[in-house]
């Protein structure tokens, strides 16, 4: 047994849980797959979906006085609960819900600079292009020096000391990722928080959580965060909607709204009462594994808390099953002509993300590889906008990113295992490769 295996869910634990997601083990043609890029969009949750269509068939407006309407109110109000008191433990502040999280990150990184003061910002070269172009973006045009924090090709994340290092006491704001979406890297977030705000306590601090959100609880209060942003799209919802927790400070700030709205209302429009529905939904499936281990009378926020440790407990054995192997299949490290990127050795500080290469399969010719295996996963491409930044940081000309799911099972990983042998069976010359 690994050292992981005994926190993960059992096989019939599992078999409950895989039946409450769609398209699991085939896709929408029936054909088996083994779906392995979660991190581009996770697989559904049918309560969600079912909530969804139930919720957007009907034409209702949610602000009109009809009986319907003013039952879609109240779940719109639920959900908005919800996502402030449950997914972000939030005592104060507003939320943002908007329809992509790289809208919320430019609306946000905008209003903060319009109004921070200082003359520089720092953030982390493994950021989203939301964030890191909306940071590059509005320190050009407001005179301020961009500074980023360099990568740790060992460990697949970025040190907290190499960001305090580039803070000082003119840093208007901070962009700092909760997880990685290439390496499943999980920053130190409190730390750098707290560290940023020891050096200058006017910062502004804005933290991407769109990656760590599915594997592991937020708490931008208690990290000491301005803003935190998820996509319920990756979180077992529906596409269509990205939303954010803002702190009062940042929330009351000058923003667009109608001017009849609250001063920190950020919504703008009907709302997408559908949307809030599904997240009301999330929260009861990952609650409902929370109760398990929660102690009596846990409220709420409790249950989710101990549902989303369940499914960080099961990812990393999953994750370490990963790297090291399966029964008698040898795992992602031991495949002699696969190369695991940015394998930092403390399993605790990764989500379940990793990336590979092929000594001689291009990444685009080991994913179109799985496929016609049946496994889907996902190129992070030199030529890709989305990659090219991080994977040079690595030193790569490009990597499979693999992103299983905690509905995943030992079984899955040891097929997803057997096929990577397989693929190394490739003839041919070594693939022109940087070393990292
Ligand atoms: C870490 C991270 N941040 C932000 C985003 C942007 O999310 P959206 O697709 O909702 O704009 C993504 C999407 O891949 C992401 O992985």
Not at 9 to 20: D, G, P, Q, V
Not at 61 to 86: P, Q, T, W
Not at 291 to 318: V, Y
């Amino acid at each position: 047994m690994r050292k992981y295996t005994p926190g993960m869910f059992t096989a019939a634990e599992l078999i409950e849980i895989r039946e409450k997601f769609y398209y699991v083990d085939k896709d929408c043609y029936g054909r088996e797959r083994l779906f392995l890029d979660n991190a581009g969009g996770s697989l559904r949750l049918k309560k969600a979906e079912e909530a969804f269509h139930r919720i957007d068939s009907m034409p209702d407006a949610s602000e009109h006085s009809n009986s319907l309407a003013l039952e879609l109110a109240a779940l719109e109000d639920r959900g908005r609960e919800d996502i402030k008191k449950v997914i972000f433990n939030a005592k104060s502040g507003a939320i943002y819900p908007s329809y992509t999280a790289s809208q919320i990150a430019m609306e946000v990184i905008r209003v903060i600079m319009e109004n921070a003061k200082g003359t520089n910002v720092v953030i982390t070269m493994l950021e989203h292009p939301s964030v890191f172009d909306a940071a590059s973006f509005y320190s050009a045009k407001h005179g301020m020096e961009l500074r980023v924090a360099g990568v740790n090709r060992e460990t697949g994340g970025v040190d907290t000391q190499a960001i305090l290092d580039l803070v000082d006491e003119n840093t208007a704001l901070l962009c700092c990722m909760a997880a990685s979406n290439i390496s499943g890297y999980i920053y130190e977030t409190e730390k750098i928080c707290s560290g940023a705000r020891e050096i200058n306590p006017d910062i502004y601090i804005y933290v991407d959580a769109v990656q760590h959100a599915p594997h592991g609880a937020l708490d931008p209060e208690k990290w000491g965060a301005d803003a935190t942003s998820f996509a319920p799209y990756k979180f077992f919802g529906a596409r269509g909607f990205g939303i954010a927790w803002l702190s009062d400070r940042v929330s009351t700030f000058e923003h667009h709204r109608l001017l009849g709205k609250a001063g920190d209302d950020w919504e703008i429009g009907s709302p997408a009462t559908a949307q809030f529905a599904v997240i009301t939904e999330i929260i009861n499936y990952v609650a409902e594994l929370g109760q398990k281990t929660a102690p009596a009378g846990a409220n709420r926020r409790a249950l989710f808390e101990a549902g989303m440790k369940r499914i960080a407990d099961h990812e990393r054995g999953l994750l370490e099953m990963m790297l090291d192997g399966v029964d008698d299949v040898p795992g992602l490290r031991h495949i002699p002509g696969v190369t695991v990127q940015m394998d930092g050795k403390d399993l605790t500080t990764r989500d379940l993300i990793l990336g590979i290469e092929f000594d001689k399969l291009t990444c685009e010719e080991a994913v179109a590889e799985y496929e016609k295996r049946g496994v889907i996963t996902f190129e992070r491409a030199l030529t890709s906008m989305y990659s090219r930044r991080m994977v040079e940081a690595f030193g790569s000309k490009g990597m499979v990113r693999l992103s299983p799911l905690h509905v995943n099972t030992p079984a899955d990983i040891k097929r997803f295992l057997q096929v990577t042998q397989e693929l190394t069976a490739t003839e041919g010359e070594p693939c022109d490769r940087m070393t990292a």
